[in-house]
């Protein structure tokens, strides 16, 4: 492979502060990050690339993805997912498991391995369920997922219900030093909603989704990992009864980490404009004050990492309503500009928060070896250009989903190439 050199590219140093860099690439890898021109390597065959005014990080890290094949391929593939995420400036995303077949055998986790080795955009990462056919009852073989390539046990989708279920699962994770990933929610007390409990659902005359039915879980599995000594993760959080218990277990130094949703940071419901299922997803948008908490939590790191729970849906599906259509929003290619231009531009969060909670915070947590930016590491690498509006346009989307409530919000921060093991995925030039 060609050696690149990424010239005059601003990156986030050690203290946070952008810095102008030169960045060689060479076999996949970052073979050096230098200040000066002079200390560029003299290879005449070296392939120049000019970052001047742009920003470069680590590629970003999506922990919690919907790439649904097999089964669903009307919704996305694992190709159009992993374009969309290049295209986003991801360079790896973690899958779940909700596919049909359910991502319950060894056989079913090589198959995406495999579809993502053919797309050969990001890296990709499956997860497998924790029960068979996400159903609750019976556990799956953890031995042979994790033997096939799962890196971590999750029902997404739903919630484990039973308390002893989701115990031995911790159990028999723990022994394999493998994480337990937890979707929250108590089906007792959420039959039938789809919009979170509050005005909105009043206005409505719509069933509300409460908070707790997603913090009882969150409860219930802290005291579980306690008992356990499991890595447990918990998805998607929404609500500030979740935020406030996942502080209080990280204080006394049980082993849960969280991630939260650019939805979660931005809207609440009462942003909603109506009954649009496009702003249905789960966990619902929740009311300000949680919105708050998240935001809270996410800065004072209870909250570790971000992640985009990218959902595509057919525009079938999603035309059914807000009772009957499916949860869920696509991520991918605006879950950095919408955090960068409502966060980061307004001067709310520094730049090297942000990046930070979509790179090495992720890497960190699940033990995964990329993320940072330096000599040595894979040159998994995202260009953006900061000052560049535009408005989102789902045509232009590189997923099959058009399901965004952002459509038409004007934003900063767009990625602009991105690198995998030292290849170019995707540039806004030359796209794939
Ligand atoms: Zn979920």
């Known amino acids: 492979m060609q050696m690149q050199v990424i010239k005059n590219a601003n990156v986030i140093n050690e203290q946070g502060q952008l810095e102008l ?32 005014g742009k920003l470069v990080t680590p590629g970003f890290i999506d922990m919690h993805v919907h790439l649904r094949e097999p089964g669903y391929e009307h919704k996305e593939t694992i190709e159009t997912g992993s374009r969309s995420a290049v295209k ?10 909700n596919t049909r077949p359910v991502t319950d ?6 198959l995406i391995l495999d579809k993502a080795r053919e797309a050969n955009l990001a890296k990709v990462l499956p997860y497998a369920a924790i029960t068979k056919n996400e159903l609750g009852r019976e556990l799956t073989d953890f031995e042979a997922l994790k033997e096939a390539g799962a890196i971590g046990f999750t029902d997404d989708g739903v919630g484990v219900q039973n308390a002893q279920m989701m115990k031995d699962a911790m159990r028999k994770a723990k022994a394999l ?19 979170t409990e509050g005005e909105f659902a009043e206005r409505h005359g719509l069933k509300g989704i409460p908070n707790e039915s997603e913090a009882i879980h969150v409860g219930r599995d802290i005291l579980l990992t306690e008992a356990t000594g499991v890595h447990y993760h918990v998805c998607h ?11 209080q277990a990280k204080a006394i130094g ?3 980490t969280a991630e939260v949703c650019p939805h979660h940071l931005v809207l609440s419901d009462e942003d909603i404009p109506g009954l649009d299922a496009n702003w249905k997803m789960n966990p619902p948008l929740r009311s300000p004050r949680d919105v708050e908490a998240c935001i809270e939590g996410l800065l004072d790191g209870t909250l570790d990492m971000i992640v985009t729970d990218h959902a595509p849906h057919s525009a079938e599906e999603k035309a059914k309503g ?8 696509v991520g991918f290619e605006t879950a950095f500009p919408l955090l960068y ?4 531009a307004t001067g709310k969060w520094d730049l090297s928060l942000l990046v930070r909670r979509m790179t090495s915070d992720p890497a960190r947590v699940f033990g995964l070896d990329s993320g940072v930016l330096k000599a040595g590491a894979a040159a998994d690498l995202t260009m953006i250009d900061l000052n560049a509006e535009k408005e989102v346009n789902p045509e232009t989307f590189a997923t099959k989903g058009r399901n965004t409530p952002f459509t038409g919000w004007k934003l900063k921060g767009w990625p602009v190439m991105t690198w995998v093991d030292g290849e170019v995925k995707w540039s806004e030039q030359g796209g794939f």
């Not at 959080?237 to 502080?247: D, G, K, P």
């Not at 807000?322 to 929003?329: H, K, R, S, V």
């Not at 231009?341 to 980061?344: L, M, P, Q, R």
């Open 322 to 329: 807000m009772e009957l259509a499916p949860f869920g929003i």
């Open 88 to 97: 986003g400036g991801f360079t790896t995303i973690a899958c779940m498991p």
């Open 177 to 195: 030093g493998m994480p337990v990933i937890a979707h929250c929610e108590d089906d007792s007390l959420v039959k039938g909603a789809c919009v």
């Open 21 to 52: 860099k030169h960045i060689v690439i060479a076999g996949g890898l970052i073979e050096a990050v230098v200040s000066e021109l002079a200390d560029l390597p003299q290879d005449s065959r070296a392939q120049i690339i000019d970052a001047e």
């Open 341 to 344: 231009t409502k966060f980061v």
């Open 237 to 247: 959080v929404s609500t500030e009864q979740s935020v406030r218990l996942i502080r």
């Open 254 to 256: 049980i082993s849960v």
């Open 105 to 110: 055998t060894p056989e079913t986790v090589k």
